[in-house]
């Protein structure tokens, strides 16, 4: 799936992509299990690049296909003699950042560029999908579950083919696409009259603990959680570990604190009209804290 793909299924434009990309910082790591759930929003890793100069070229790289257009071939064309010539590239024995201990690992390849291209527009697109919703939740209240169903498609996403549940149901905060590397699913809204009839009771949600291995340096085992439901069958419906947050949720919240922290720092009246006209968006009023809430009241005289 190429970036003229993903528009083209998800019926946007890639502005919102490309500032969910940009708002990310770069962090280095040597685990996948170093960063998780809401952390995959605000920031940009991959595995096996600390001590190696890399994670920032490959970051550019992303934010490079997404603002272009770029197919994954053309990325992967472009990137693959850079990582090659800093050595980030093929099988090789390496010292652990933290340990020292020699370990066996794949750094650069063909898959593992794929990878990356397709989690990450994935995940970008979709971040700018969630705003576009949330912004459109008066004429749009339910969203439909849609997952792509070819032989590639897993079961469980499968199996959510078509679940539909009003926009703010908690479902959504865990069960938001991508719900995995390489996730293809995505959400659809609907106005009334599509959902009113389809709509379904907000499920019970339950939350397991998995292991996901042991810190090398520390000897520490990791945990993870996962956040979902049981299907009639009995079958678990819930992100893979490390996925279990709605990525563009988290990215509107962090655009909206972001935009409050420099109202705050405005004249009071600058920053009393700014806030007004900021919250005649309707994305942008769902995405504040209560204490930003509480705030923007104390400033507009709404309490009074």
Same mark, same amino acid.
């Given at each position: 799936?190429?970036?003229?793909?993903?528009?083209?299924?998800? &019926?946007?434009?890639?502005?919102?992509?490309?500032?969910?990309?940009?708002?990310? &910082?770069?962090? =280095?790591?040597? @685990?996948?299990? /170093?960063?998780?759930? /809401?952390?995959?929003?605000?920031?940009?890793?991959?595995?096996?690049? %600390?001590?190696?100069? =890399?994670?920032? @070229?490959?970051?550019?790289?992303?934010?490079? %296909?997404?603002?272009?257009?770029?197919?994954?071939?053309?990325?992967?064309?472009?990137?693959?003699?850079? $990582?090659?010539?800093?050595?980030?590239?093929?099988?090789?024995?390496?010292?652990?950042? @933290?340990?020292?201990?020699?370990?066996?690992?794949?750094?650069?390849?063909?898959?593992?560029?794929?990878? #990356?291209?397709?989690?990450?527009?994935?995940?970008?697109?979709?971040?700018?999908?969630?705003?576009?919703?949330?912004?459109? #939740?008066?004429?749009?209240?339910?969203?439909?579950? =849609?997952? =792509?169903?070819?032989?590639?498609?897993?079961?469980?996403?499968?199996?959510?083919? &078509?679940?539909?549940?009003?926009?703010?149901?908690?479902?959504?905060?865990?069960?938001?696409?991508?719900? /995995?590397?390489?996730?293809?699913?995505?959400?659809?809204?609907?106005?009334?009259?599509?959902?009113?009839? $389809?709509?379904?009771?907000?499920?019970?949600?339950?939350?397991?603990?998995?292991?996901?291995?042991?810190?090398?340096?520390?000897?520490?085992?990791?945990?993870?959680?996962?956040?979902?439901?049981?299907?009639?069958?009995?079958?678990?419906?819930?992100?893979?570990?490390?996925?279990?947050?709605?990525?563009?949720?988290?990215?509107?919240?962090?655009?909206?604190?972001?935009?409050?922290?420099?109202?705050?720092?405005?004249?009071?009246?600058?920053?009393?009209?700014?806030?007004?006209?900021?919250? +005649?968006?309707? +994305?942008?009023?769902?995405?504040?804290?209560?204490?930003?809430?509480?705030?923007? %009241?104390? $400033?507009? &005289?709404?309490?009074?």
């Amino acid at each position: 799936m190429n970036p003229e793909d993903i528009k083209a299924v998800f &019926g946007m434009q890639p502005e919102a992509a490309v500032a969910y990309l940009q708002q990310k &910082g770069i962090n =280095v790591s040597w @685990d996948w299990q /170093d960063m998780l759930d /809401d952390a995959h929003a605000t920031a940009f890793t991959v595995a096996k690049t %600390a001590g190696m100069d =890399v994670v920032g @070229d490959i970051y550019a790289a992303v934010v490079k %296909a997404a603002e272009s257009g770029q197919t994954l071939e053309q990325f992967s064309e472009q990137l693959t003699p850079v $990582l090659q010539a800093k050595g980030w590239w093929g099988r090789q024995d390496v010292p652990h950042p @933290d340990t020292g201990e020699i370990q066996t690992v794949r750094l650069g390849s063909p898959h593992r560029l794929k990878t #990356i291209y397709l989690t990450n527009m994935q995940s970008a697109y979709m971040a700018g999908r969630y705003a576009e919703m949330m912004d459109a #939740i008066d004429t749009h209240p339910y969203w439909e579950y =849609v997952a =792509v169903n070819d032989e590639r498609t897993r079961e469980t996403h499968r199996m959510l083919h &078509g679940s539909v549940y009003a926009a703010d149901d908690p479902v959504w905060d865990s069960l938001y696409p991508p719900l /995995d590397y390489r996730c293809r699913c995505r959400v659809r809204p609907l106005s009334h009259s599509q959902g009113a009839a $389809l709509v379904q009771p907000s499920p019970k949600l339950e939350s397991i603990i998995v292991d996901i291995g042991t810190n090398p340096a520390t000897g520490e085992e990791r945990y993870a959680q996962r956040t979902g439901f049981r299907l009639p069958d009995g079958t678990f419906a819930a992100p893979s570990a490390g996925f279990n947050a709605n990525q563009g949720k988290t990215f509107l919240q962090r655009t909206a604190r972001v935009a409050i922290e420099k109202a705050q720092s405005a004249p009071p009246e600058l920053a009393k009209v700014a806030v007004k006209e900021m919250m +005649k968006q309707e +994305k942008f009023r769902n995405a504040l804290t209560l204490a930003q809430l509480k705030w923007v %009241a104390e $400033l507009l &005289g709404l309490n009074q």
